[in-house]
């Protein structure tokens, strides 16, 4: 069994896509932008930088 995390699945055949893949394992359509690594560690950098951004204005 793989310990990979799979959270999305391909909307064409309904695979259980892996993280972070540009194409599904099944039909080999593109996954959704979602699906891949850049926009998730974006999202992180933004989330990081708005909780530092909150401490920084509470400390004041």
Do not use: Q
């Amino acid at each position: 069994m793989s310990d990979v995390l799979r959270i999305f699945k391909c909307g064409h055949c309904g695979h259980n896509l892996r993280f972070g893949s540009r194409r599904c394992g099944e039909c080999y359509s593109t996954t959704p932008v979602w699906n891949r690594c850049t926009p998730m560690r974006l999202l992180t950098v933004v989330v990081l930088l708005c909780a530092g951004g909150v401490g920084v204005i509470m400390l004041a």
